[in-house]
Nanobody
Framework: VQLVESGGGLVQAGGSLRLSCAAS????????MGWYRQAPGKQRELVAT????????NYADSVKGRFTVSRDNAKNTMYLQMNSLKPEDTAVYYC??????????????????WGKGTLVTVSS
């Protein structure tokens, strides 16, 4: 599975951006996807996750009510709509995919994939 993020950039506080993550390769094996971010000098942290059907989503408390994660399975693309951006949202945003392949009864192979990231800078 290959993941390519896009949509990052410079925005003023209070503004909006929409990130995209295009998946290719064995996308049939993806069962969950998510967005993570890493600010300078900090550890990578979870932003939002969604299941393959897009029915279940999970958000970090810091972005609840401002960010929305969604998926278009027909396009193998995940989005992160970010509204009311704050300077503390400045970070490199990474796309993540978790895959599961059933090898045989009782045996499965799970993998995690990451994109290279896209930089979001929010100015005050």
């Amino acid at each position: 599975v290959q993941l390519v993020e896009s949509g990052g950039g410079l925005v003023q506080a209070g503004g909006s951006l929409r990130l995209s993550c295009a998946a290719s390769g064995s996308t049939f094996s993806i069962d969950a996807m998510g967005w993570y971010r890493q600010a300078p000098g900090k550890q990578r942290e979870l932003v939002a996750t969604t299941t393959s059907a897009g029915g279940n989503t999970n958000y970090a408390d810091s972005v609840k009510g401002r960010f929305t994660v969604s998926r278009d399975n027909a396009k193998n693309t995940m989005y992160l709509q970010m509204n009311s951006l704050k300077p503390e949202d400045t970070a490199v945003y990474y796309c993540h995919a978790h895959t599961t392949v059933i090898i045989t009864t009782g045996l499965k192979n799970e993998m995690d994939y990451w994109g290279k990231g896209t930089l979001v800078t929010v100015s005050s």
